[in-house]
């Protein structure tokens, strides 16, 4: 038997929803749902690129389905579905190993696996592994992240730089606590966060190049400026115990993966976003990223976050 046909036959056992019609067809088939909006994201993970090469096979599949579930949730979405796109590279015991973790995933999210596609890669090479989640929402009350306005504060649903120390455990850079890896490895999508803000929000989005830039892109998007008190950005006590110093926090806030949310929300709706989110700063009229703590205006530091080929 293939590798292919192996693997195949091991996510039919994860594809129970009817519209999958088991993975024995080239396209999978759903109702669409009246009075909601459909929604779609695909992001991909890419060996030594967004995951180690030593990180467990189940907790890459795991991180594959909740980056993209983290999308959603920044569209205030439901998701109803995924499909998988899978590179194999003959190691059959992690393709295996993959397949487990993403049951436990999928079931942990209550999402159905709908189908996808698998290719060869050379052995050796780099995995390759995308996915594309589909999502549903109320008809017309999807953020968009062009929706910012002047005078809107700028929320955040939780604290950031707890993957980022992770990452460093994972390369034996530091030592932490299990809490820090499990941020890195396993992160949890802002699902119940984001329905919840969506019909509050102008704009919205998650964090996952780091807050400094997707917080700047929301302004751009808007043709805003952005500015944020990093004082008020929350950290863990685990992060904390690394420092909470102006320099540890433009660290966790430069350092992504964290796919907390942030929002864009009008003044009239901060008591209702507080109970989901932290008030960190404010959109103004004029473009670009300002940033202050109680000690002044702090200078910009060389990389807001994350981004390919820089």
């Given at each position: 038997?293939?590798?292919?046909?192996?693997?195949?036959?091991?996510?039919?056992?994860?594809?129970?929803?009817?519209?999958?019609?088991?993975?024995?067809?080239?396209?999978?088939?759903?109702?669409?749902?009246?009075?909601?909006?459909?929604?779609?994201?695909?992001?991909m993970?890419?060996?030594?690129?967004?995951?180690?090469?030593?990180?467990p096979?189940?907790?890459?599949?795991?991180?594959?389905?909740?980056?993209n579930?983290?999308?959603?949730?920044a569209?205030?979405?439901?998701?109803?579905?995924?499909?998988?796109?899978?590179?194999?590279?003959?190691?059959?015991?992690?393709?295996?190993?993959?397949?487990?973790?993403?049951?436990?995933?999928?079931?942990?999210?209550?999402?159905?696996?709908?189908?996808?596609?698998?290719?060869?890669?050379?052995?050796?090479?780099?995995?390759?592994?995308?996915?594309?989640?589909?999502?549903?929402?109320?008809?017309?009350?999807?953020?968009?992240?062009?929706?910012?306005?002047?005078?809107?504060?700028?929320?955040l649903?939780?604290?950031v730089?707890?993957?980022?120390?992770?990452?460093?455990?994972?390369?034996?850079?530091?030592?932490?606590?299990?809490?820090?890896?499990?941020?890195?490895?396993?992160?949890?999508?802002?699902?119940?966060?984001?329905?919840?803000?969506?019909?509050?929000?102008?704009?919205?989005?998650?964090?996952?190049?780091?807050l400094?830039?997707d917080?700047a892109?929301?302004?751009?998007?808007?043709?805003?400026?952005?500015?944020?008190?990093?004082d008020?950005?929350?950290?863990?006590?685990?992060?904390?115990?690394?420092?909470?110093?102006?320099?540890?926090?433009?660290?966790?806030?430069?350092?992504?993966?964290?796919?907390?949310?942030?929002?864009?929300?009008?003044?009239?709706?901060?008591?209702a976003?507080?109970r989901?989110?932290?008030?960190?700063?404010?959109?103004?009229?004029?473009?670009?990223?300002?940033?202050?703590?109680?000690?002044?205006?702090?200078?910009?530091?060389?990389?807001?976050?994350?981004?390919?080929r820089?």
């Amino acid at each position: 038997m293939s590798d292919e046909r192996r693997l195949i036959d091991r996510l039919r056992g994860l594809a129970r929803h009817p519209g999958a019609r088991g993975l024995a067809d080239d396209a999978a088939v759903l109702p669409a749902p009246v009075g909601r909006d459909l929604v779609f994201t695909h992001d991909m993970l890419v060996e030594g690129v967004h995951y180690l090469p030593g990180d467990p096979a189940g907790d890459v599949a795991w991180k594959l389905l909740a980056v993209n579930l983290s999308d959603l949730a920044a569209k205030g979405a439901e998701p109803i579905g995924v499909l998988m796109g899978f590179g194999l590279t003959g190691a059959a015991d992690w393709d295996a190993a993959f397949v487990d973790g993403l049951g436990r995933a999928l079931d942990h999210f209550g999402v159905p696996l709908l189908g996808g596609d698998t290719v060869s890669q050379p052995a050796g090479q780099a995995r390759v592994l995308g996915l594309t989640a589909i999502g549903q929402a109320p008809a017309g009350g999807v953020p968009d992240r062009r929706g910012a306005k002047a005078g809107d504060l700028l929320v955040l649903t939780g604290p950031v730089g707890d993957a980022g120390l992770g990452l460093r455990v994972a390369r034996g850079e530091i030592e932490g606590p299990r809490r820090l890896l499990k941020a890195y490895r396993l992160p949890m999508p802002r699902l119940a966060e984001g329905r919840a803000l969506a019909p509050l929000a102008d704009a919205m989005a998650d964090v996952s190049d780091g807050l400094l830039i997707d917080a700047a892109r929301i302004a751009d998007a808007s043709g805003l400026a952005v500015a944020i008190d990093l004082d008020a950005v929350p950290l863990s006590d685990e992060a904390r115990a690394f420092g909470s110093d102006r320099a540890a926090r433009i660290a966790a806030a430069t350092a992504g993966d964290d796919y907390q949310l942030i929002a864009a929300v009008p003044p009239g709706a901060a008591a209702a976003a507080a109970r989901h989110a932290t008030v960190i700063g404010r959109f103004e009229a004029g473009s670009g990223l300002r940033l202050h703590d109680r000690d002044g205006p702090v200078p910009l530091p060389g990389t807001l976050g994350f981004e390919h080929r820089r």
